[in-house]
């Protein structure tokens, strides 16, 4: 049996369930890469710190340099995350011809283009399954089971902490403070929870999926970035009221003139599957020029399911050790066949929007509102109105037709200029996913 021996890099939510599996598996792992597979050292910050998983047998460092240049590691799985020392350890593995597994999507978003193209440079594989969506291997799906295709859009639930807050939140009396607590107790979220609620963890794993699915370089630039801070229970509410649900998407669509990159909370329609993915889940759906519309749908966060997507990795490096074969490129296609699309400005963004008015309960401002849609080209797809007489108001709601954002910002500047507005005008995105 050929003998592939990793150095971990953490032991924290995604390391534990790593060698959990590892550990739980291990025979069913021996049989399927043919590979007597080996931790033979872990690296922490903290080695006092109790593990919820085994570490028998494990040497236990707190220097991951040291993990990166192990004579006894042939595999290094960098699960510590950050884009500090992680990007070094990285960089030192690949350097000293170390295959390198990872979940850490900030690093590669940040930094993917030049460790990736310096691991093709040295020959060695680079492999991240749980850098996106946790435990779903759309990754492989792209790359492989969409390899015929041309991607026409991805989009998707792809962080589960605030899949998680955007669900208990819908439910009566839970505020957004106490639910981000919870899901920082169960190791979904972030140890920055700001990357998770403020939509940059979102944006991460959409750059890695525009990249495989399109083609382009690790980028963010130009990707509009909303988190779910501004989703209140009574835009929840009214959602719930009009056929919706509230969720935190990545969207990355291929137009003529280049791509529409955005992660964003927006209304979906309750009849789409999409709409119905709740709690930690995450679900993303990709529509290829041949096969149409596909959906993978899993734990998106958490040791185990994050941890089977890791171990996924390490079955197709050892495999790949043991037999010589040659892995895909990272990507999907060679680092140096890329090419850059430009990203779309996001007036160029063609949707449908919600707009929710607390105005003065008087006649005519009903008139004038849908006279400013009317001049941007805007038309009411539907309307509720509910009366507010202790503040002599009306709250009324409004879905348009998919309009270019640009007409969409024209209008929202009117609004919020209308005397007759009693508190800011709320707004978001509805999304029919088509
Ligand atoms: P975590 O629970 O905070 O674990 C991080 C681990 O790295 C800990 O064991 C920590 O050691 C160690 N570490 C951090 N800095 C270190 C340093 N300077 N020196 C030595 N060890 C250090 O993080 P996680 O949730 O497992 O996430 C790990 C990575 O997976 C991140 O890139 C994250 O984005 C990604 N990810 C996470 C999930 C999830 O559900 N949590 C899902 C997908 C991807 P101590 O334990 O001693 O502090
Ligand atoms: N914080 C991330 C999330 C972890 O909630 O989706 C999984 O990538």
């Not at 435990?135 to 295709?149: C, Q």
């Not at 399109?214 to 719930?240: C, H, K, N, Y």
């Not at 002599?392 to 507005?421: G, P």
């Amino acid at each position: 049996m050929t003998s592939v021996r990793l150095g971990i890099v953490g032991l924290g939510t995604v390391g534990c369930g790593t060698l959990s599996i590892l550990r739980d598996n291990a025979s069913l792992l021996a049989q399927r890469t043919g590979c007597d597979i080996r931790v033979s050292t872990a690296a922490v910050r903290d080695l006092s710190r109790p593990r919820t998983c085994d570490t028998q047998g494990i040497r236990l460092v707190n220097t991951p340099l040291s993990v990166a240049t192990a004579a006894d590691v042939d595999v290094v799985v960098e699960l510590m995350g950050g884009t500090g020392l992680a990007v070094d350890v990285v960089r030192t593995a690949i350097e000293a011809g170390k295959h390198v597994i990872t979940a850490n999507k900030a690093l590669l978003a940040e930094h993917g283009n030049e460790l990736l193209a310096l691991a093709e440079a040295k020959g060695v594989m680079v492999a991240f399954e749980a850098s996106v969506a946790g435990g779903i291997p759309v990754i492989k799906a792209l790359k492989e089971g969409m390899a015929g295709n041309a991607i026409n859009w991805v989009a998707g639930i792809i962080n589960g902490t605030c899949n998680y807050m955007l669900t208990e939140m819908a439910k009566p009396g839970n505020d957004f403070a106490p639910v981000l607590k919870e899901a920082q107790r169960l190791g979904y979220a972030e140890a920055e929870p700001s990357f998770d609620i403020d939509g940059i963890d979102a944006s991460h794993k959409l750059a890695i999926l525009a990249s495989v699915a399109f083609g382009v370089p690790l980028s963010r630039q130009g990707m509009l970035i909303e988190g779910i801070t501004m989703v209140t229970a009574d835009d929840i509410a009214w959602a719930d009221d009009l056929g919706y649900k509230i969720k935190s998407l990545g969207i990355a669509r291929r137009r003529e003139a280049g791509i529409e990159l955005r992660v964003q909370s927006a209304l979906v329609p309750k009849s789409k599957l999409l709409a119905n993915v709740d709690d930690v889940m995450n679900a993303v759906m990709v529509n290829g020029n041949a096969v149409g519309t596909t959906l993978y749908s899993g734990a998106g966060a958490g040791g185990l399911p994050t941890g089977s997507a890791v171990v996924a990795d390490i079955v197709d490096v050892c495999i790949a050790m043991r037999t010589g074969q040659v892995l895909r490129p990272a990507l999907g296609i060679a680092m140096k066949d890329l090419s850059p699309l430009p990203i779309l400005p996001s007036s160029e963004i063609q949707t449908a929007y919600y707009l929710r008015l607390s105005v003065t309960d008087a006649p005519g401002v009903l008139a004038k509102i849908s006279a400013v849609l009317a001049h941007e080209g805007i038309s009411i797809e539907e309307m509720r109105q509910q009366p507010d007489s202790a503040r002599s108001a009306a709250a009324l709601v409004l879905l348009t037709n998919v309009v270019k954002e640009a007409a969409f910002m024209n209008a929202l500047t009117q609004l919020s200029a209308l005397t007759d507005l009693k508190s800011p005008v709320a707004w978001l995105r509805v999304e029919h996913l088509a």
